[in-house]
């Protein structure tokens, strides 16, 4: 049964990976290393520092640890600049109306998103108050293909992994859904959503009627 509904952020609620790829252009510009929209590809539902390792990797850059702490910094400024011009205008399709569907129903719901600026970024769009939960990533060792952001999501909201739904737009996060043993629903149309229990090609397509049914 239906009980819980847990989201990703960049790519199901908001589309951040634009911010994300021009906050890592601005660095890897001043750096002087290559990184086009093809590489940020890959970059979606990494975390930060896995998020540079590729970005260095691809541009054949090896540096120690230090340097690569600093850089995520500078990025990382790069990026909370930019969020300040979001607004609720840069919600997905259908995401508000689905909100308030499931808040009507008594569904709970939490974000399980790989950013540390997840808090700020639904300030922005004007959602944060839809969230029971808004899971810390730093707080978890292991992120996403590994289950614990979803479980941890479960754990807070009270309610058993078998009746949640996790939403997600990358494979490591259906991965992680699954893994979870949640019912998964796949965005877009990205490499390795196969996995996930149905695949929309965009989020204007979802609604509690189609949640339900995964249950069924
Ligand atoms: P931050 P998600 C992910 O968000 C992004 O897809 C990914 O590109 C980004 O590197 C990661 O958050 C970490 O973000 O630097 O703000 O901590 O898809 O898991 O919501
Ligand atoms: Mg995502």
Excluded at 136 to 163: H, T
Aim: hydrophobic letters at 45%; one cysteine or more.
């Amino acid at each position: 049964r239906l009980e819980a509904a847990i989201f990703d952020l960049d790519g199901v609620i908001t589309d951040t990976a634009e911010l994300h790829y021009l906050a890592w252009k601005k660095l890897a510009d001043e750096l002087g290393i290559p990184f086009d929209r093809q590489v940020n590809e890959r970059l979606k539902g990494v975390g930060r520092m896995g998020s540079l390792e590729l970005i260095l990797q691809n541009g054949g850059v090896t540096v120690p640890d230090e340097q690569k702490k600093e850089w995520a910094a500078r990025k990382n400024e790069y990026y909370k600049s930019m969020i300040q011009t979001i607004t609720p205008d840069d919600l997905l399709p259908g995401i508000l109306p689905l909100l308030e569907e499931l808040k009507a129903e008594g569904i709970k719901m939490a974000i399980a998103s790989a950013s540390e600026n997840a808090p700020v970024v639904l300030d922005k769009l004007g959602v944060r108050d839809y969230f029971i939960a808004v899971i810390d990533p730093k707080a978890l060792p292991k992120g996403k293909p590994e289950p614990d952001i979803f479980l941890a999501a479960a754990d807070q909201l009270g309610i058993e992994p078998g009746n949640c739904v996790g939403i997600e737009d990358s494979s490591a996060g259906i991965t992680a859904i699954k893994t979870a043993q949640m019912k998964a629903v796949g965005i877009g149309s990205g490499n390795g959503l196969a996995e996930a229990d149905i695949v929309l090609d965009g989020t204007e397509k979802l609604n509690l009627a189609m949640l339900r049914k995964l249950f069924e």
